[in-house]
């Protein structure tokens, strides 16, 4: 079969389509957050953490749906300590970021040490088990999370332009000291915007865990850091960012099935999606509308 | 926050405390006596003159990234690529030292291996660097994807591109000449440890670099630019230049960090070689910032927790150590800031009472 035919066959479908559930996830995530001003560069970390977290409630407790419970909870937390460093503490956003990363990718390896006694990755677990006996097809766009991460991604479009909330969430990020002189409570509009960015993100990292069965050591492999980048191409606005996440993915998958079926080097095809990434960033830099005027300006 | 605001003692002191809170409780958690550990860290580390000695040399390439990082900084500028830049300046150092002929005398090969690092470093920052000054995009994202890329693209010249050894992911041996002494040949006592000479360039060179801050038009533009770009640009300063050029130079620093891995220990660059210490060098920064000494420390203090790590490691897992530095910086992070508020309400209640 050459790399042609994989490439137009359902397989490759179907890896594209399981690869941007985490990819989409994160960069909902990344949405929510900076669009209510504050930058999160602690997705990679969140990611990570989540998925370890999804793996171990899930092998404890023999349930996908407390696994996943415990993935989005965990993110949600993630998010909510970077909310309370940088909107509350005033810490600055990039450093609390690496900080998170670095505590999640020491932490989650310690935890692996502490938990399994290994130190790269996790029992196996059964993930989520759904439409057995369906094509493959039916399987891959029938997916729950799929799904889910598609209805996320409709429900934050529509919440960051026709609601309430999603409104104060976005002056919170074009102008905190406006929305706060207004009567908008920014520092806890924030903090909620984080968390909640935590929460979808950790549904990614639930997603990554349970595609692989298992936890490995660092398995969120840049895909926050990609993400990020799909918001800034997106110009921070949900459906776009999901979209980009399927141009990045689509990358992934098909640098894996070139993996299998060329002889270029392994390392050639790997770095394929971080050039494209900085390609991209190229591509839209003349583009107007740049970030959320507010991002990272804290009220007066 | 203010990323050139020179550091408080009281911040750096919080920090460790809070620091020190969770290597208890963690430990703990794990199951193990803090105070035992405690013991381990500190008998591994400062306890003899050994550890000591390694101590210093997992400072070595820490304070390099860190100044460099720091330099960076002083622009507003994250430079999160230094891990990148040092695989790539590693590799530059590795292949120019083992293609010299062997006889080459020190003065000559060590300057030129190190050249090579520093020029291979500052190539892969000039790729954000340009990224940032041309098209505006963000260096955090731009670096961290050049991080990824030089993983590949190490392994790929290693590999396909012939630089390694056959059958292995190392280079040959770098000549005699561009190899640093190791510390043991001055100091008997630091017998067996791999510190070498790497750390007083090192320090030579934090020194020279925070001093440029204040003596150099670069330092001193530079930093003015970190505070406030748009009245240096009023001030007819070439903004963007300037920020490109930070970016580079902080990436032939990071380059020069291969002289604690490749040049000062083992002789030759392997795949891995250095890995670590581009994260590490941020938190360096982090807590140094600006200052000499407080870069310094903070390379000692983030060495001795590697170290640490690596006496424990047979009880407590070692990445207990990379949680703390997290914590840590956070920690600082959070309260010098608490602290710079603290003191500005001071100042103004102060001025009110002077007015009243």
């Keep these: 079969m050459s790399a042609l035919d994989v490439i137009l066959s359902g397989t490759m479908l179907a890896q594209t389509a399981r690869m941007t559930i985490p990819y989409g996830c994160a960069a909902l995530g990344g949405v929510l957050s900076e669009r209510s001003g504050v930058v999160n560069i602690a997705l990679e970390g969140t990611l990570l953490a989540s998925a370890l977290a999804a793996v171990a409630a899930s092998?404890?407790?023999?349930?996908?749906?407390?696994?996943?419970?415990?993935?989005?909870?965990?993110?949600?937390?993630?998010?909510?300590?970077?909310?309370?460093?940088?909107?509350?503490?005033?810490?600055?956003?990039?450093?609390?970021?690496?900080?998170?990363?670095?505590?999640?990718?020491?932490?989650?390896?310690?935890?692996?040490?502490?938990?399994?006694?290994?130190?790269?990755?996790?029992?196996?677990?059964?993930?989520?088990?759904?439409?057995?006996?369906?094509?493959?097809?039916?399987?891959?766009?029938?997916?729950?999370?799929?799904?889910?991460?598609?209805?996320?991604?409709?429900?934050?479009?529509?919440?960051?332009?026709?609601?309430?909330?999603?409104?104060?969430?976005?002056?919170?990020?074009?102008?905190?000291?406006?929305?706060?002189?207004?009567?908008?409570?920014?520092?806890?509009?924030?903090?909620?915007?984080?968390?909640?960015?935590?929460?979808?993100?950790?549904?990614g990292g639930t997603a990554l865990a349970y595609d692989l069965h298992q936890f490995q050591a660092g398995m969120s492999g840049g895909r926050g850091f990609i993400a990020l980048a799909a918001v800034i191409v997106s110009g921070w606005r949900p459906w776009p960012a999901a979209a980009a996440c399927l141009a990045f993915a689509a990358l992934d998958a098909l640098q894996i099935v070139l993996q299998n079926q060329t002889k270029l080097p392994s390392q050639v095809l790997a770095m394929l999606p971080f050039v494209a990434t900085l390609v991209a960033l190229v591509l839209v830099s003349k583009r107007r509308g740049g970030p959320p005027a507010g991002l990272g300006k804290h009220p007066a | 926050m203010k990323l050139t605001s020179s550091r408080s003692l009281p911040a750096a002191v919080a920090g460790l405390a809070v620091g020190w809170?969770?290597?208890?409780?963690?430990?703990?958690?794990?199951?193990?006596?803090?105070?035992?550990?405690?013991?381990?860290?500190?008998?591994?580390?400062?306890?003899?003159?050994?550890?000591?000695?390694?101590?210093?040399?997992?400072?070595?390439?820490?304070?390099?990234?860190?100044?460099?990082?720091?330099?960076?900084?002083?622009?507003?500028?994250?430079?999160?690529?230094?891990?990148g830049q040092l695989a790539?300046?590693?590799?530059?150092?590795?292949?120019?030292?083992?293609?010299?002929?062997?006889?080459?005398?020190?003065?000559?090969?060590?300057?030129?291996?190190?050249?090579?690092?520093?020029?291979?470093?500052?190539?892969?920052?000039?790729?954000?660097?340009?990224?940032?000054?041309?098209?505006?995009?963000?260096?955090?994202?731009?670096?961290?994807?050049m991080n990824r890329i030089a993983d590949s693209a190490v392994g790929l010249a290693l590999g396909a591109g012939g630089l390694a050894l056959t059958g292995t992911v190392r280079t040959a041996d770098v000549v005699p000449g561009a190899r640093v002494a190791r510390l043991d040949t001055w100091l008997p006592s630091l017998k067996g440890s791999a510190a070498s000479f790497a750390l007083l360039f090192g320090i030579a060179g934090t020194f020279l670099v925070t001093e440029s801050y204040r003596r150099t038009r670069f330092g001193r533009e530079i930093g003015l630019i970190g505070q406030n770009a748009r009245a240096m640009a009023a001030e007819k300063v070439p903004v963007r230049a300037r920020l490109e050029q930070a970016l580079v130079v902080s990436g032939a620093i990071a380059g020069a960090a291969s002289l604690g891995t490749v040049l000062g220990y083992k002789g030759y660059f392997e795949e891995g070689l250095g890995a670590g210490a581009g994260f590490g060098g941020l938190a360096v920064a982090i807590l140094g910032r600006g200052s000499a000494v407080g870069l310094v420390f903070a390379a000692l203090l983030f060495g001795t927790l590697q170290q640490g790590g690596l006496a424990v490691n047979a009880f407590v897992p070692k990445e207990l150590m990379d949680v703390l530095t997290g914590v840590v910086v956070c920690a600082v992070a959070l309260a010098d800031e608490a602290i710079g508020r603290h003191s500005a309400m001071a100042r103004r209640t102060a001025a009110e009472t002077v007015v009243s």
Excluded at chain 2, 43 to 68: C, D, H, M, N, R
């Design chain 2, 88 to 145: 790539v300046g590693s590799l530059a150092a590795g292949v120019i030292g083992a293609h010299l002929p062997s006889g080459t005398p020190a003065l000559v090969a060590l300057p030129l291996a190190l050249a090579g690092a520093m020029a291979a470093g500052a190539l892969w920052a000039l790729v954000p660097a340009l990224l940032k000054g041309r098209f505006g995009a963000h260096e955090v994202i731009s670096t961290i994807m």
């Design chain 2, 21 to 83: 809170l969770a290597f208890c409780v963690l430990v703990w958690l794990y199951g193990a006596s803090p105070r035992a550990m405690a013991g381990l860290v500190l008998e591994g580390t400062w306890g003899t003159s050994y550890g000591a000695g390694q101590v210093l040399f997992k400072a070595t390439p820490l304070l390099f990234t860190g100044i460099a990082v720091d330099l960076a900084l002083r622009a507003g500028l994250f430079n999160i690529g230094a891990e």
């Design chain 1, 59 to 203: 092998h404890a407790s023999g349930s996908a749906l407390v696994g996943i419970a415990a993935g989005v909870t965990c993110g949600a937390a993630v998010g909510l300590v970077h909310a309370l460093l940088v909107v509350r503490g005033r810490v600055d956003a990039i450093v609390s970021g690496i900080a998170l990363n670095l505590v999640a990718a020491g932490g989650t390896r310690f935890l692996l040490r502490a938990l399994y006694g290994s130190s790269s990755n996790s029992p196996r677990i059964q993930g989520l088990r759904f439409g057995e006996g369906w094509g493959l097809l039916a399987r891959t766009l029938l997916d729950p999370f799929l799904l889910t991460t598609l209805a996320v991604v409709g429900a934050s479009a529509w919440m960051l332009a026709r609601t309430r909330f999603g409104l104060r969430l976005r002056a919170c990020g074009e102008d905190p000291s406006a929305a706060q002189a207004v009567g908008v409570h920014v520092v806890g509009m924030r903090t909620a915007a984080v968390a909640l960015g935590g929460a979808v993100t950790g549904l």
